[in-house]
């Protein structure tokens, strides 16, 4: 059974910073294309980052780039998404979701994607 668990949301004060966690299980994340997303309340769901299995490429939305990083660890079989310099407009349900074909490098659309996890709830707010 394919199932991809988000963790870390939580609320913090802007300027801080998190690390949301992606967890697959019932198949080897390490193989294809991981996508974090996000849904504010009243907005569509929006790409935040991406990062292939091929060659660990990566590609970032540009309101989160310079504060935004994505990485993999296929050991643990995890994708992390470690945001820094959080701002009020970062708030948020984020969400992982993977490829289920192997493809080369990333999209940041979310039709690309087929497993998706439940979300978990960033909130920037002082």
């Known amino acids: 059974q394919v199932q991809l668990v988000e963790s870390g949301g939580g609320l913090v004060q802007p300027g801080g910073s998190l690390r949301l966690s992606c967890t697959a299980s019932g198949f080897t994340l390490g193989y294809y294309a991981i996508g974090w997303f996000r849904q504010a309340p009243g907005k569509e769901r929006e790409g935040v980052s991406c990062?292939?299995?091929?060659?660990?490429?990566?590609w970032y939305t540009d309101s989160v780039k310079g504060r935004v990083t994505i990485s993999r660890d296929n050991a643990l079989n995890t994708v992390y998404l470690q945001m820094n310099n959080l701002k009020p407009e970062d708030t948020a349900v984020y969400y992982c979701?993977?490829?289920?074909?192997?493809?080369?490098?990333?999209?940041?659309?979310?039709?690309?994607?087929?497993?998706w996890g439940q979300g978990t709830q960033v909130t920037v707010s002082s």
């Open positions: 990062i292939s299995a091929s060659d660990g490429g990566t």
């Open positions: 979701a993977s490829e289920s074909q192997v493809h080369t490098g990333c999209r940041g659309t979310a039709t690309s994607y087929d497993y």
